[in-house]
């Protein structure tokens, strides 16, 4: 009986995020982690507590660096 060939896709898969930008959401998770992240412009609001919320402010603040980010979801 012969042997079953695997078909692999040759389309090789971009990164969407780059590695600053992980880096930066890192830095966020650790920063809310300790209770010194904040939310808000110039970091006027309260702490965040959430993680989608750090995670976001992380990306944001990779945008921000030029880092490979995706572009935000339209509402």
């Not at 702490?47 to 995706?70: C, D, F, M, N, Y």
């Amino acid at each position: 009986m012969p042997a079953k060939k695997r078909s692999r896709s040759t389309k090789k898969t971009t990164r969407k995020y780059g590695k600053a930008a992980s880096k930066s959401v890192e830095s966020a998770m650790r920063r809310r982690n300790r209770g010194s992240l904040k939310s808000g412009k110039g970091g006027k609001g309260g702490t965040v507590k959430s993680r989608q919320q750090a995670i976001a402010i992380g990306l944001s603040e990779a945008r921000k660096r030029g880092a490979k980010v995706p572009k935000k979801a339209a509402r």
